[in-house]
């Protein structure tokens, strides 16, 4: 245990948990919790996607006692000044640890007294130039995924394309030069490895997502059970699954929860099939994941798919993308299987099902005894 104090930041709200960066940020901090951190938790309250309601502010007061909460507004300078400092990055890198400790007079005042904290864990690259001054000598930066990867299967740019190189620059620029990162995935770790000269690189698949759920057993109400935020990358990932297997869920019932129901070209493909329910957010998704025979997480994309730890926690077995898959630890092969076992895993048993669940908790609870939450401490610890 620790008493050593220091500052988290998160550009907006995350307490209402609607997407993977939102759970594992939560996650962190109970972590950091539990550890007895002393951590002062600092977010812009203007960020439309994520915003900090009330309730929002209230339950973060509940679920973390001992932290502080410091919200302020980005606001139209503060957004520029981030314009500012990631051109100059891409024109200078050799300078970027300079420029990213430069404060601007007058923008983000509550922001100023967290300057000298002991260290700062910020989530994302983008957070290295939206705070408005910070030593990246004592930072450690929480990946969550391969930014230019992001970029390249967002725009579908080719990886030498100007843009493209632009994003993997900025990207090593700033992990080259914080003092430690933290990566979701074994593979993506290698990557920062290769581009990091003195950065240390540590590996967290999990910081712990609770203990496995085991369910009753209702009826069955949905064949397959997809749970995506509004990302891109879910609208276009469960469509394409959609389309291409068509024949092979011809009659079969499909449920599909989270943001991701308020895209336009999702509600138009679903409005041709009686079969096919949009269930919108829920926010507990137990009684979902016990109206379901399996989970799919057809997304391409970096970083771990948090919506395939949530459905092997909750005993589902999964059909998934290859890139859903790489970002798994070894030992999933019995419970996350690749999209051409659908046919095979849709004609199982209830007994067959129940056999691959237990696979999945077995999994679930092995993936959450990592040791890289133990390479955070000492990384905390000695900075």
Known sequence: MSTRSLT????????????????????????????????T??????TPECSWSSKCKEAFAGEFPRFRLVLELQGYFG????????????LFPKF????????????????????????????????????????LSRSIVETHDVAYGVFIKKYAKASWSLRAATKFLKENAVIDHCYA??????????????????????????YGYGS????????????????????????RGILRFLCEHESILNGRTVGVCGRVCES????????????????????????????????ISPVEGTGMKIKVIDAIKHGKPVVASNSSIQGLAPGHEGCVFPE???????????????????????????MNQTDGRDSLVDLINTA
């Open 264 to 295: 336009a070209e999702i509600h138009e493909y679903f409005d041709r099939f009686d079969n096919y329910s949009l269930l919108g957010f829920i926010e507990d998704l137990s009684l979902v994941y016990a109206q379901s025979r399996i989970a």
């Open 79 to 90: 957004r520029l000044a981030t314009k500012l400092k990631n051109g100059l990055i891409l």
């Open 181 to 206: 990162a933290i990566a979701i995935q074994l593979h993506e770790a290698a990557h920062f490895s290769l581009v990091a000269s003195n950065t240390k690189i540590i590996c967290v698949p999990s």
């Open 41 to 46: 938790v600092y977010c812009f309250s203007d």
């Open 212 to 235: 496995p759920v085991v369910l009753d057993a209702p009826h069955t109400k949905y064949d397959i059970v997809f749970v995506g935020s509004e990302n891109f990358l879910n609208v």
């Open 340 to 366: 051409d076992k659908l046919s095979w895993i849709l004609e199982l048993d209830q007994s067959s099902l129940r056999e691959l669940g237990d696979e999945a908790h077995a999994y679930y609870v092995k």
């Open 8 to 39: 988290f930041y998160f550009k907006g709200g995350f307490m209402k948990a609607e997407n993977g960066s939102h759970i594992r940020t939560i996650s962190l901090l109970r972590f950091l919790h539990s550890a007895q951190f002393r951590v």
């Open 96 to 135: 970027t640890r300079r420029i990213c400790s430069f404060s601007f007079p007058g923008i983000h005042p509550k922001y100023k007294e967290l300057r000298s904290s002991q260290l700062t864990i910020f989530s994302y690259i983008d957070g290295a130039t939206e705070l408005n001054g910070i030593d």
